[in-house]
Each structure stands twice: as structure tokens, then as C-alpha cells.
């Protein structure tokens, strides 16, 4: 068998109806033997009270002579009568002539106790046994026991006879179980398969409650993807959008240079113009990137790290950063501290400095002249570690504080592209948090500035 043949599902119309149909010939064979039981006990109750009322009519008046019992027998019955003395010696029996002491017989002594006794023994004859009723006597010749034993069939002799009988019926039980466990099968079956046939509605037509966690798993997987296919829509789109415009700034500078039509004096301009441009696309292309490469990560292992986590100095981490940000902050006019306490985060060393660059750098250009911004870390009382920037710029628009991390949301689009914003870099940030399972926290006012809080988890 091929791997592909082992691992194929099976039919559970066929597994349904073999299931039932091993049900169905357990059932009959249970009933089958009960039936048999029963019945062997019935016949039993009947034989006994068929041979107790022969004793009875037989010794009705009989004076404990032997010799005059067989006169009292009844003739042509394939019946043994026994009489046997109180000390067990046979008296007589119809059958066999030589007999030894029955005092050892338990349908005798039960006889002699109780006034009444049977048993039953192995029988010569294959499938038969012989049934024994004894009853006790009190004659004037004292006390004796009268035997009557008859051959009668035993369990398997029943279903022996019955057997052919037998067959016929379970053939037929089987075969009307085998139609209906078919017709239950279909039955059961088709709303599976109609639930298959509409998966935009399966959680609404699930027939079976077993199945509502499937249901809801295929329903949310449906929503994500479809989630997934419009954003990677959205995206490509922004994207392109998002190119289009240099290139077609840059085009345009460059026609103007190969035409001749720039004046001399404007060509450095022109110049720097397309550098700007080049510039910002670069920047785009590299924020695409990194968030590609993030998405693909967490795709490829949904439920493990997809980058290499090791211990991280947040402390180190936020003094190069501010480090690293001077320049800028210089030349908005903006004054940039930081107040770095020890923190350690499990984490990518390079990903949690593009986390706080990012933040660093919005804090820088959404800010006026004068302005301020802090980077702050620590360990809270709670054991977390937490990194904090925060700056007294213009502030995020209440309506907006929901979006910002969604991505190319600009709040306000040619402020983020004069400052050489691509509207990825918050969402770089979630995406990185997230990968850290840690939470963001964004307070913001128009006016009065932003803090924004990334809180990890304990190491
Ligand atoms: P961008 O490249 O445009 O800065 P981001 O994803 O980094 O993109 O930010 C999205 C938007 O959120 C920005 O365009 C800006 O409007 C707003 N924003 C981000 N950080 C701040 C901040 N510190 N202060 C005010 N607005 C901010």
C-alpha cells in the first residue's frame, strides 16, 4: 500500500454502516442465545411437572411391593421409573436390570429430605440429557423414592433442531438491518455533505452538535483569510500608490534635464529633488521589506519565535538610540533626554532598536520647534519591563489614536511625507511588540504631545 493509500480517509458511509450491521449480528446472536436459554428453562419446568404428575398417578395408593409396580406402569412411554429403598438399593428400574446403590444421587437425597427432587445428567444419545424427577413414598412398607427420568434435549439438541429455522430468520434480520442501517447511513450523511456545499453559511446550518467546533473553525478561517486577501489588496495597492508618486517626480525632474528645458542654474535643484525622492523610496522599499520579512516569519511558525531570543539590555538599548537620534533631533530644534533605569527583555536586539527608532523618530517629527522628547525605561513594580517615549509635539487626534498602527494611516499625509514619513513605522512597531508579546499603550492629546508605552512581559 502506498503512503498516499494508508493516509486517505475512509468512506464513514461504509464505517457507519459496517459498524451498525456488527451491532445488528451481536444483537441477534444475544437474542438468539437468551431466546435458547429461556426457552430450555420453560421446556424444563414442563418436563418436570409432566414426570412429577406420571410419579404421582403411578404410586397413587401403591403399598411399597416392587413386584407389583411394573403393572402399574404406563405402556409405550420412552420413560424410566426407578424405585429405590430408603437406603439407596434399587428396587426396580423399567430399563436396566443391574443397578448400583442410588443413595449418592442428589435428586434422591433432595427426595428424601423434601418430598421432592430432580437433576439432570449427560444423556448417551449426542445432544440430549436425561432429565430426573424423584419423588419420596411413604409406604406401609416404609419409606422409598420413585424415579422418573425421561431423555429430553438439551441446549445445543434445541438449537440444533431450530437450527436451519434459525439461519433462515437471522438471515433475514440481517439482511432488513443491513437496508436500514443503509437508509439511517444516507440519512445521517447528506446534511454533512450539504453543510460542506455552503461554507459561507456552515455555521448557521451545522446538524449535529459535534460538529459546531469544526463549523466555527472553518468560519473564522474563512474570515481570516478573506481578512488577509483584502489587507494584502489594500496593501498592494498602497504600495504601488505609494511608488508611483516619486517615480513619476523623478521622471518628471529628469525629462525636464534630458529636454534641455531646465535652466542651468536649476539643475542642482533638480538634482536634489530626485535624490529626495529616491531617497523616500528607499526608505519605503526597506520599511516593505522589514514588514514582509516579519509577516513571513510569523507565517511560516505561527506557534513558535521566529527570530533568535536572547537577553536584551533595554538600558544600553535606549542610551544608543537617544545616542543615535541627536543629529536628528538637533536639527528639528528638538531637545532629546533619556532616563534609561536597568530593565532586561527577552528579545532580537536589532528588532527592539528599529522599535525604539521608530518610536524616537516620530516623537522627533511630529513635534515643533522647542519641543521635547524623553525615552525612558525601566522594570515596573509589577516585574515588567517597559519602554517609554514620550515628546510634548502636536499630538494624535482622538478619532485617529485607533489607527495609527494600521498600515500607510497618515493622520495628516503631507506632513509625514515632508518629514520622510512612509506611514509604516507604527505598524513595524505593533508587529515587532507583538513577536515580544508585549502591549502598547498609546495617550495622546492635540497640542500637548505623545507617550507611548511598549510593556513586555516578565523574563
Ligand atoms: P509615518 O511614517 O507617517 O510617521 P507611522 O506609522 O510612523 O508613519 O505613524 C503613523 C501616523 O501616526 C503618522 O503619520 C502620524 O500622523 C501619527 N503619529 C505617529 N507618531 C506620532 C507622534 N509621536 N505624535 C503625533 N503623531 C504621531
Given at each position: 500500500?502506498?503512503?498516499?493509500?494508508?493516509?486517505?480517509?475512509?468512506?464513514?458511509?461504509?464505517?457507519?454502516?459496517?459498524?451498525?450491521?456488527?451491532?445488528?449480528?451481536?444483537?441477534?446472536?444475544?437474542?438468539?442465545?437468551?431466546?435458547?436459554?429461556?426457552?430450555?428453562?420453560?421446556?424444563?419446568?414442563?418436563?418436570?411437572?409432566?414426570?412429577?404428575?406420571?410419579?404421582?398417578?403411578?404410586?397413587?395408593?401403591?403399598?411399597?411391593?416392587?413386584?407389583?409396580?411394573?403393572?402399574?406402569?404406563?405402556?409405550?412411554?420412552?420413560?424410566?421409573?426407578?424405585?429405590?429403598?430408603?437406603?439407596?438399593?434399587?428396587?426396580?428400574?423399567?430399563?436396566?436390570?443391574?443397578?448400583?446403590?442410588?443413595?449418592?444421587?442428589?435428586?434422591?437425597?433432595?427426595?428424601?429430605?423434601?418430598?421432592?427432587?430432580?437433576?439432570?445428567?449427560?444423556?448417551?444419545?449426542?445432544?440430549?440429557?436425561?432429565?430426573?424427577?424423584?419423588?419420596?413414598?411413604?409406604?406401609?412398607?416404609?419409606?422409598?423414592?420413585?424415579?422418573?427420568?425421561?431423555?429430553?434435549?438439551?441446549?445445543?439438541?434445541?438449537?440444533?433442531?431450530?437450527?436451519?429455522?434459525?439461519?433462515?430468520?437471522?438471515?433475514?434480520?440481517?439482511?432488513?438491518?443491513?437496508?436500514?442501517?443503509?437508509?439511517?447511513?444516507?440519512?445521517?450523511?447528506?446534511?454533512?455533505?450539504?453543510?460542506?456545499?455552503?461554507?459561507?453559511?456552515?455555521?448557521?446550518?451545522?446538524?449535529?452538535?459535534?460538529?459546531?467546533?469544526?463549523?466555527?473553525?472553518?468560519?473564522?478561517?474563512?474570515?481570516?483569510?478573506e481578512g488577509n486577501e483584502t489587507?494584502?489588496?489594500?496593501?498592494?495597492?498602497?504600495?504601488?500608490?505609494?511608488?508611483?508618486?516619486?517615480?513619476?517626480?523623478?521622471?518628471?525632474?529628469?525629462?525636464?534635464?534630458?529636454?534641455?528645458?531646465?535652466?542651468?542654474?536649476?539643475?542642482?535643484?533638480?538634482?536634489?529633488?530626485?535624490?529626495?525622492?529616491?531617497?523616500?523610496?528607499?526608505?519605503?522599499?526597506?520599511?516593505?521589506?522589514?514588514?514582509?520579512?516579519?509577516?513571513?516569519?510569523?507565517?511560516?511558525?505561527?506557534?513558535?519565535?521566529?527570530?533568535?531570543?536572547?537577553?536584551?539590555?533595554?538600558?544600553?538599548?535606549?542610551?544608543?538610540?537617544?545616542?543615535?537620534?541627536?543629529?536628528?533631533?538637533?536639527?528639528?530644534?528638538?531637545?532629546?533626554?533619556?532616563?534609561?533605569?536597568?530593565?532586561?527583555?527577552?528579545?532580537?536586539?536589532?528588532?527592539?532598536?528599529?522599535?525604539?527608532?521608530?518610536?524616537?523618530?516620530?516623537?522627533?517629527?511630529?513635534?515643533?520647534?522647542?519641543?521635547?522628547?524623553?525615552?525612558?525605561?525601566?522594570?515596573?513594580?509589577?516585574?515588567?519591563?517597559?519602554?517609554?517615549?514620550?515628546?510634548?509635539?502636536?499630538?494624535?487626534?482622538?478619532?485617529?489614536?485607533?489607527?495609527?498602527?494600521?498600515?500607510?494611516?497618515?493622520?495628516?499625509?503631507?506632513?509625514?511625507?515632508?518629514?520622510?514619513?512612509?506611514?509604516?513605522?507604527?505598524?513595524?512597531?505593533?508587529?515587532?511588540?507583538?513577536?515580544?508579546?508585549?502591549?502598547?499603550?498609546?495617550?495622546?492629546?492635540?497640542?500637548?504631545?505623545?507617550?507611548?508605552?511598549?510593556?513586555?512581559p516578565k523574563m
Amino acid at each position: 500500500m502506498t503512503d498516499a493509500g494508508k493516509n486517505a480517509p475512509q468512506s464513514m458511509r461504509r464505517r457507519y454502516r459496517s459498524a451498525m450491521m456488527w451491532v445488528n449480528a451481536l444483537c441477534v446472536a444475544l437474542t438468539f442465545l437468551l431466546c435458547t436459554v429461556l426457552y430450555r428453562q420453560i421446556c424444563a419446568r414442563r418436563v418436570d411437572s409432566y414426570l412429577q404428575s406420571i410419579g404421582c398417578a403411578v404410586t397413587a395408593g401403591f403399598d411399597g411391593d416392587a413386584a407389583a409396580l411394573p403393572a402399574r406402569l404406563p405402556q409405550n412411554q420412552p420413560l424410566r421409573f426407578t424405585l429405590i429403598a430408603q437406603d439407596g438399593t434399587v428396587l426396580y428400574d423399567n430399563v436396566s436390570q443391574q443397578l448400583p446403590n442410588h443413595a449418592d444421587r442428589p435428586e434422591f437425597k433432595d427426595a428424601l429430605q423434601n418430598g421432592t427432587g430432580t437433576a439432570t445428567r449427560t444423556s448417551a444419545t449426542l445432544g440430549r440429557e436425561s432429565r430426573y424427577f424423584a419423588l419420596r413414598l411413604d409406604t406401609p412398607n416404609g419409606v422409598q423414592v420413585l424415579r422418573v427420568g425421561q431423555d429430553v434435549a438439551n441446549i445445543w439438541g434445541i438449537s440444533l433442531n431450530s437450527l436451519p429455522l434459525i439461519g433462515l430468520a437471522l438471515l433475514l434480520i440481517l439482511a432488513g438491518a443491513a437496508i436500514i442501517s443503509r437508509a439511517l447511513t444516507l440519512r445521517l450523511v447528506r446534511p454533512i455533505t450539504r453543510m460542506a456545499e455552503n461554507l459561507d453559511t456552515i455555521e448557521a446550518n451545522v446538524p449535529y452538535e459535534e460538529l459546531i467546533p469544526l463549523a466555527r473553525t472553518v468560519q473564522s478561517d474563512r474570515k481570516l483569510r478573506e481578512g488577509n486577501e483584502t489587507m494584502r489588496r489594500e496593501f498592494t495597492a498602497n504600495v504601488s500608490h505609494e511608488l508611483k508618486t516619486p517615480l513619476t517626480s523623478i521622471s518628471g525632474y529628469a525629462e525636464l534635464i534630458e529636454s534641455g528645458m531646465a535652466k542651468p542654474e536649476d539643475i542642482p535643484m533638480f538634482g536634489a529633488r530626485i535624490h529626495k525622492e529616491a531617497l523616500r523610496m528607499i526608505a519605503l522599499v526597506s520599511d516593505i521589506l522589514q514588514l514582509s520579512e516579519l509577516d513571513s516569519n510569523q507565517a511560516a511558525h505561527p506557534n513558535e519565535q521566529p527570530v533568535e531570543m536572547q537577553p536584551v539590555d533595554l538600558a544600553a538599548l535606549v542610551k544608543e538610540t537617544a545616542q543615535a537620534m541627536t543629529v536628528n533631533a538637533r536639527r528639528a530644534y528638538i531637545t532629546l533626554q533619556y532616563d534609561a533605569k536597568p530593565a532586561t527583555v527577552r528579545g532580537s536586539r536589532d528588532l527592539l532598536g528599529e522599535l525604539a527608532t521608530n518610536l524616537c523618530d516620530n516623537a522627533i517629527r511630529y513635534n515643533q520647534p522647542g519641543g521635547h522628547v524623553e525615552l525612558r525605561c525601566g522594570t515596573g513594580a509589577d516585574g515588567c519591563p517597559y519602554l517609554i517615549v514620550e515628546d510634548n509635539g502636536i499630538g494624535i487626534p482622538q478619532d485617529s489614536q485607533g489607527r495609527v498602527f494600521e498600515r500607510f494611516y497618515r493622520v495628516d499625509k503631507s506632513r509625514s511625507k515632508a518629514t520622510g514619513g512612509t506611514g509604516l513605522g507604527l505598524a513595524i512597531v505593533k508587529h515587532i511588540a507583538l513577536l515580544h508579546d508585549a502591549r502598547i499603550d498609546l495617550q495622546s492629546q492635540v497640542g500637548t504631545g505623545t507617550t507611548i508605552r511598549v510593556t513586555f512581559p516578565k523574563m
